[in-house]
């Protein structure tokens, strides 16, 4: 079965329709304010942050902590995943 994963939460769905019915709790709009968006690259065994290169198990993991290289400045924004 396939999985499609939020690249904000890292929430997964079965469906692309589903992962874009639903209000993001980390949308970059604002908590709720915004749809899941579709991380676009193939499930790994490991996820690397596009802004500093630490890599997590699961994009969930990565993305609830700030990163210290994100453009908006330490602190300012989360891990974001690489494709």
């Known amino acids: 079965m396939a999985r499609y994963f939020c690249r904000n939460c890292g929430k997964d769905y079965s469906s692309i329709r589903d992962l874009t019915s639903f209000r993001c709790p980390r949308s970059p709009l604002g908590a709720g304010k915004g749809p899941h968006e579709l991380y676009e690259g193939s499930e790994k065994d490991r996820y690397t ?35």
Not at 58 to 68: A, F, G, S, V
Request: net charge positive; with cysteine.
């Open 49 to 83: 942050c596009k802004y500093c290169g630490k890599t997590y198990r699961t994009i969930m993991d990565m993305t609830l902590m700030d990163c210290p290289r994100h453009p908006s400045g330490p602190g300012k924004g989360k891990h974001s995943p690489a494709l």
